[in-house]
């Protein structure tokens, strides 16, 4: 019996390392540990607006972009004050020798002013980016934090989130949740969905944000909102714990309930149009709707693993990324998912691809790894 489970052990170790070298997935960065270049801290999202040029964020404010497809990484050190609120020094300036606009780079990216924080402690955790183009940006994250670009990238400026319920003191209160999903439905307007049911909601372009929060109290359970996605101006979906599911038809004015038909938390939402969508979620779930969420199907995918995040290219092919560096990957609108692993034990994040032919994803433990097909 022993000799039997070594054996399918083995095997099965063997086949996920052939699964990966045939997708050829590539470690661009290895993990933290290995690597020792002293800039460390999970990763939790990268985008790439083509397939030279991308980000990546993750732990105490860590922002490090490519020119080169991820071939090199550097580091963008930028302010986390908010406006009008007070800064104390903190963060490291750029490692040099990366690529523009990153450690080394102009002024406003690594070299330039160290990053800061907000209260005590260290930056903030960014978990998310979002880009309505190639020049205007958004990063969202830990402590209300939201960081707006409008140079592609190079340099980020924080905007103000505020509470809707005033504070004691009669004034607008301060942001405390982390914000995990953002979208803007034009030029004006967006929102940001994020934990303790939060949902903030601009009208000025992304400078400011109001809305609110439910704070649990001791004994309360805490539902966290993990994605956002807009398949209109009018239409839109939020996902967050233990299978909620929400829809606005009215712009985001009020927002209905849906069943999902699982209780699982899901972290990840992807559509392709108003009709075609997938969200992924705990214990290997995706579900898939064709008919703009009138109905969702499960999909098989022989995985167990929590997947964080999804994401399609067209109509057939799209990948997602979860727990133990699992990777899915569908080239049949998800009738079939092929599972493999890319090398650790470590939770992939977040993946984003531009076409067929290219993709990344992150890792908490520091590693960017890239899918280039022949």
Same mark, same amino acid.
């Given at each position: 019996?022993?000799?039997?489970?070594?054996?399918?052990?083995g095997?099965?170790?063997l086949?996920?390392?052939?699964?990966?070298?045939?997708?050829?997935?590539?470690?661009?960065r290895?993990d933290?540990?290995?690597?020792?270049?002293?800039?460390?801290?999970?990763?939790?999202?990268?985008?790439?607006?083509?397939?030279?040029?991308?980000?990546?964020?993750?732990?105490?404010?860590?922002i490090?972009?490519?020119?080169?497809?991820?071939?090199? *990484?550097?580091?963008?050190?930028?302010t986390?004050?908010p406006?009008g609120?007070?800064?104390?020094p903190?963060?490291?300036?750029?490692?040099?020798?990366?690529?523009p606009g990153a450690g080394?780079?102009?002024?406003?990216?690594g070299g330039g002013?160290?990053?800061?924080?907000?209260?005590?402690?260290?930056?903030?955790p960014?978990y998310?980016?979002?880009f309505?183009n190639?020049?205007?940006?958004?990063?969202?994250?830990?402590?209300?934090?939201?960081?707006?670009?409008?140079?592609?990238?190079?340099?980020?400026?924080?905007?103000?989130?505020?509470?809707d319920?005033?504070?004691r003191?009669?004034?607008p209160?301060?942001?405390?949740?982390?914000?995990?999903g953002?979208?803007m439905?034009?030029?004006?307007t967006?929102?940001i969905?994020?934990?303790?049911?939060?949902?903030?909601?601009?009208?000025?372009?992304?400078e400011? *944000?109001v809305?609110?929060?439910?704070?649990?109290?001791?004994?309360?359970t805490r539902?966290?909102l993990?994605?956002?996605?807009?398949?209109?101006p009018?239409t839109? *979906?939020?996902?967050?714990?233990?299978g909620t599911?929400?829809?606005?038809?009215?712009g985001g004015e009020?927002?209905?309930?849906?069943?999902?038909g699982?209780?699982?938390?899901?972290?990840?939402?992807?559509f392709?149009?108003?009709?075609t969508g997938?969200?992924?979620?705990?214990?290997?779930?995706i579900?898939?709707t064709?008919?703009?969420?009138?109905?969702?199907?499960?999909?098989?995918?022989?995985?167990?693993?929590?997947?964080?995040d999804?994401?399609?290219?067209?109509?057939?092919?799209?990948?997602a990324v979860?727990?133990?560096?699992?990777?899915l990957?569908t080239?049949?609108s998800?009738?079939?998912?092929t599972?493999?692993?890319?090398?650790?034990?470590a939770?992939?994040?977040?993946?984003h691809?531009?076409?067929?032919?290219?993709?990344?994803?992150?890792?908490?433990?520091?590693v960017?790894?890239g899918?280039?097909a022949?």
């Amino acid at each position: 019996m022993i000799r039997t489970i070594i054996s399918l052990f083995g095997i099965a170790l063997l086949f996920s390392f052939a699964t990966v070298a045939d997708a050829e997935w590539t470690v661009l960065r290895e993990d933290d540990i290995l690597r020792g270049d002293g800039i460390e801290g999970m990763l939790h999202d990268v985008y790439f607006t083509d397939n030279q040029n991308g980000l990546v964020v993750g732990d105490n404010g860590l922002i490090l972009v490519t020119t080169d497809g991820g071939t090199t *990484w550097g580091r963008i050190d930028t302010t986390m004050r908010p406006p009008g609120a007070g800064q104390r020094p903190g963060g490291r300036r750029g490692a040099g020798g990366g690529p523009p606009g990153a450690g080394g780079g102009p002024p406003g990216a690594g070299g330039g002013p160290p990053a800061g924080m907000f209260g005590g402690g260290a930056p903030s955790p960014l978990y998310h980016i979002y880009f309505i183009n190639e020049s205007v940006g958004y990063i969202i994250g830990g402590r209300a934090t939201i960081l707006k670009t409008e140079d592609g990238g190079k340099t980020w400026d924080r905007k103000r989130a505020v509470s809707d319920t005033p504070g004691r003191d009669g004034r607008p209160g301060r942001m405390r949740a982390n914000l995990m999903g953002i979208q803007m439905i034009s030029d004006t307007t967006g929102f940001i969905a994020g934990s303790e049911n939060t949902i903030l909601k601009t009208t000025d372009g992304g400078e400011t *944000w109001v809305g609110s929060s439910e704070r649990a109290r001791v004994g309360e359970t805490r539902n966290n909102l993990e994605g956002i996605w807009f398949v209109s101006p009018t239409t839109g *979906w939020v996902i967050g714990s233990f299978g909620t599911l929400m829809q606005t038809t009215d712009g985001g004015e009020t927002w209905e309930k849906r069943n999902p038909g699982f209780d699982n938390n899901l972290f990840g939402i992807h559509f392709l149009d108003e009709n075609t969508g997938w969200i992924c979620g705990q214990e290997g779930l995706i579900l898939h709707t064709n008919d703009g969420g009138a109905t969702w199907n499960q999909q098989k995918t022989e995985s167990y693993d929590d997947l964080h995040d999804i994401t399609f290219v067209d109509s057939m092919v799209g990948w997602a990324v979860g727990g133990f560096n699992s990777v899915l990957h569908t080239t049949d609108s998800g009738k079939t998912w092929t599972v493999s692993n890319i090398p650790g034990a470590a939770n992939l994040k977040g993946v984003h691809a531009t076409d067929q032919n290219n993709c990344w994803t992150i890792n908490d433990w520091g590693v960017i790894a890239g899918y280039k097909a022949q």
